[in-house]
């Protein structure tokens, strides 16, 4: 037996077994119908958007932890044909004096923080994706590893046929994600994540692995008028600051004064065109 046979009798065996363990959920919503819900969450976002938050940074330094406090704006509009559009502004930073020298990037930070929330639920496109787990109270828990760690796996191993086949692909996806996880560390963007999402398609829980380290955000929302926004958001954050090198911290969001259509200042709107 040749050795290319035997790779493909070992991924044809790999395949077996990741189907195997592939439970069936007749009752609930199939990683597809998940999906479509996550990418239309942000379709069903009112047209214009706008509310205030406050905001702490945590940042955890070789002196010490440092709290910053800060206050702001965030508007979101969509006009037709075109995707979701947003704008940031820090209004008040409190910083600690060690941390004056930052402040004008620290605002920018917060800023870009928020406004990245908004193309999380991107990541998945990115990915092989599989149905990991099931809670309580409607809420699903996608995995999945990324799409050239997958497809580089089942090309040395395995047949070149099942590479464009998307339940085989899913199949190893999860046999990597949950047998080999740590031997699937790759530079790039994020080679695996796990989400919890809601029954509306909307992203709970968000954990992003890099080579570097992991990025957890965790999201709470409120409904208003029929509309589904962000009240709380707490996202990992890690920056660099100058001599200090690489920092890591949280910031913690919180939202409220919520305005919807025809609230969007005209002036915030052109500073992005």
Not at 92 to 117: A, N, S, T, W
Not at 173 to 192: F, L, N
Not at 212 to 221: E, F, H, L, M, N
Request: charged share 25%; glycine share 8%; hydrophobic share 40%.
């Amino acid at each position: 037996m040749t050795t290319m046979e035997i790779r493909v009798l070992a991924t044809a065996a790999i395949l077996a077994l990741a189907l195997a363990g592939v439970p069936a959920h007749a009752q609930g919503p199939s990683v597809d119908q998940l999906l479509e819900r996550v990418f239309d969450a942000g379709q069903r976002q009112p047209t214009e958007f706008s509310s205030e938050f406050s905001a702490d940074l945590t940042l955890r330094a070789p002196l010490g932890t440092f709290v910053a406090q800060g206050q702001g704006t965030y508007v979101q509009w969509r006009r037709p044909g075109e995707k979701t559009r947003q704008r940031v502004v820090v209004t008040k930073l409190d910083v600690p004096f060690l941390l004056r020298p930052f402040q004008g990037y620290l605002k920018k930070f917060i800023g870009e923080k928020v406004e990245g929330q908004v193309e999380q639920g991107n990541v998945l496109n990115e990915h092989d994706v599989f149905l990991l787990d099931e809670k309580a109270g409607d809420l699903w828990v996608l995995a999945g590893v990324r799409h050239d760690i997958v497809g580089d796996f089942m090309k040395k191993y395995g047949r070149q046929s099942d590479v464009k086949d998307r339940l085989a692909r899913r199949a190893i996806a999860k046999w990597m994600y949950t047998r080999m996880r740590s031997q699937i560390v790759k530079p790039g963007g994020p080679y695996v994540f796990q989400a919890t999402i809601d029954s509306e398609g909307n992203i709970r829980d968000l954990l992003l692995q890099y080579d570097w380290g992991p990025v957890r955000t965790k999201i709470d929302y409120v409904k208003i008028r029929g509309n589904t926004v962000w009240e709380k958001v707490v996202v990992d954050s890690m920056t660099v600051l100058g001599d200090w090198g690489r920092i890591e911290g949280l910031l913690n969001m919180r939202f409220s004064n919520f305005c919807f259509n025809n609230c969007v200042k005209p002036e915030l709107v052109s500073k992005t065109n």
